[in-house]
């Protein structure tokens, strides 16, 4: 069983940057695949960014390559998502997940609750 809590979203103009965590708590936090996704209002949920177990390797959404980067701390239980150029198409909720490292939400089992990122133009 893991259990995430997202952080660090908020309000930003568009070309600022914003650092997303997600503390995980239970043991096996390590030996699972991490994710972010978002979706926006009125829109499905959208894959971000994913990263392996030992962080050797990160995948992101082509659209996303360059301004996010996944990193992940397993000493700590913590993922994160660097976010950089933002723009105002960026707005959403992010979430969290474990459980994979794919880009299809369904293959992961775990999900925090959400940060809002709000971008303003």
């Known amino acids: 069983q893991v259990h995430m809590v997202e952080s660090g979203g908020g309000l930003v103009q568009a070309g600022g940057s914003l650092r997303l965590s997600c503390a995980a708590s239970?043991?096996?936090?390590?030996?699972?695949?991490m994710g972010w996704f978002r979706q926006a209002p009125g829109k499905g949920r959208e894959f971000v960014a994913a990263?392996?177990?030992?962080?050797?390797?990160?995948y992101y959404a082509d659209a996303l390559k360059g301004r996010f980067t996944i990193s992940r701390d397993n000493a700590k239980n913590t993922v994160y998502l660097q976010m950089n150029s933002l723009k105002p198409e960026d707005t959403a909720v992010y979430y969290c997940?474990?459980?994979?490292?794919?880009?299809?939400?369904?293959?992961?089992?775990?999900w925090g609750q959400g940060t809002q990122v709000t971008v303003s133009s």
């Open positions: 997940a474990a459980g994979s490292d794919s880009g299809n939400s369904r293959d992961y089992g775990y």
């Open positions: 239970g043991r096996t936090f390590r030996m699972y695949g």
């Open positions: 990263i392996s177990w030992s962080g050797d390797s990160t």
